[in-house]
T-cell receptor, first 115, second 113 residues
Framework: EAGVTQFPSHSVIEKGQTVTLRCDPI?????LYWYRRVMGKEIKFLLH????????ESGMPNNRFLAERTGGTYSTLKVQPAELEDSGVYFC?????????????FGPGTRLLVL | GDSVTQMEGPVTLSEEAFLTINCTYT??????LFWYVQYPGEGLQLLLK?????DKGSNKGFEATYRKETTSFHLEKGSVQVSDSAVYFC????????????FGKGTMLLVSP
C-alpha cells in the first residue's frame, strides 16, 4: 500500500511568488493534516481536513495560505505571495478516523526556500 | 495550551551505549503520547506510542513509559547502533476531539562506530 506522498520534494522561489504544494494521503484515509517546521523550531500544526471539509484551521499563519481538498482525496496548500518567513519543511499526514490515539502517517515533506 | 519539551541535542554516543532522550509535556486530561523518528532524507515515521497512563510503548529496541505523575515520556534504548542516527520527536495529541499533534523541537542523535 502506498504511503503519503508529497510534491514537490523541494521548491526554491523568490519572495512575492506563488507556490502550490500537493499531498496525496493514504487511500481511504478521511483525515488529512498539514504541519510545518521552520528551521530550529517545533513542527507546528497548520490545519486538518475531514474528507473535503476543514475541521480545524487554527494553525494557519495568515490569509496568504490557502488549503483545499476537493473531492476529499488529495490536498493542495498554496502560498501567495510567499514571504521569507514561509521557508521551512511542510509535512502532510493522514489517518483513518482522526482519533487522538490513532497514528498519523507522514509524507516525506516539501522543503520550501523563499529567497 | 498543550506543549512538549524535549532535551536539546545533538546527543552524541558511541555504538552500544545506552540512550535516554527526555520528554515532558503539559496538557489537560490524558493525552496520547508518541515518539516519531526522522532518518536522514526521509519523512517522519512513528517509532512508538502510549495511549494511557503507565502504558509502555516499544519498537526496534526502543521503549518509553507514559508517566502521568511526572508528565513524562522518556525514550530509552539499551544499546544504540549507527543506524539509529536520526532526529527524534516527542509529540502528544489531546484527549478529546479530533487529534492534532503537538511536537517538541526534536533531538538529533548521532551514533559513531
Amino acid at each position: 500500500e502506498a504511503g503519503v506522498t508529497q510534491f514537490p520534494s523541494h521548491s526554491v522561489i523568490e519572495k512575492g511568488q506563488t507556490v502550490t504544494l500537493r499531498c496525496d494521503p493514504i487511500s481511504g484515509h478521511d483525515n488529512l493534516y498539514w504541519y510545518r517546521r521552520v528551521m530550529g523550531k517545533e513542527i507546528k500544526f497548520l490545519l486538518h481536513f475531514v474528507k473535503e471539509s476543514k475541521q480545524d484551521e487554527s494553525g494557519m499563519p495568515n490569509n496568504r495560505f490557502l488549503a483545499e481538498r476537493t473531492g476529499g482525496t488529495y490536498s493542495t496548500l498554496k502560498v501567495q505571495p510567499a514571504e521569507l518567513e514561509d521557508s521551512g519543511v511542510y509535512f502532510c499526514a493522514s489517518s483513518l478516523t482522526g482519533a487522538a490515539w490513532e497514528t498519523q502517517y507522514f509524507g516525506p515533506g516539501t522543503r520550501l526556500l523563499v529567497l | 495550551g498543550d506543549s512538549v519539551t524535549q532535551m536539546e541535542g545533538p546527543v552524541t554516543l558511541s555504538e552500544e551505549a545506552f540512550l535516554t532522550i527526555n520528554c515532558t509535556y503539559t496538557a489537560t486530561g490524558y493525552p496520547s503520547l508518541f515518539w516519531y523518528v526522522q532518518y536522514p532524507g526521509e519523512g517522519l515515521q512513528l517509532l512508538l506510542k502510549a495511549t494511557k497512563a503507565d502504558d509502555k510503548g516499544s519498537n526496534k529496541g526502543f521503549e518509553a513509559t507514559y508517566r502521568k505523575e511526572t508528565t513524562s515520556f522518556h525514550l530509552e534504548k539499551g544499546s544504540v547502533q549507527v543506524s539509529d542516527s536520526a532526529v527524534y520527536f516527542c509529540a502528544l495529541s489531546a484527549s478529546s476531539g479530533y487529534s492534532t499533534l503537538t511536537f517538541g523541537k526534536g533531538t538529533m542523535l548521532l551514533v559513531s562506530p
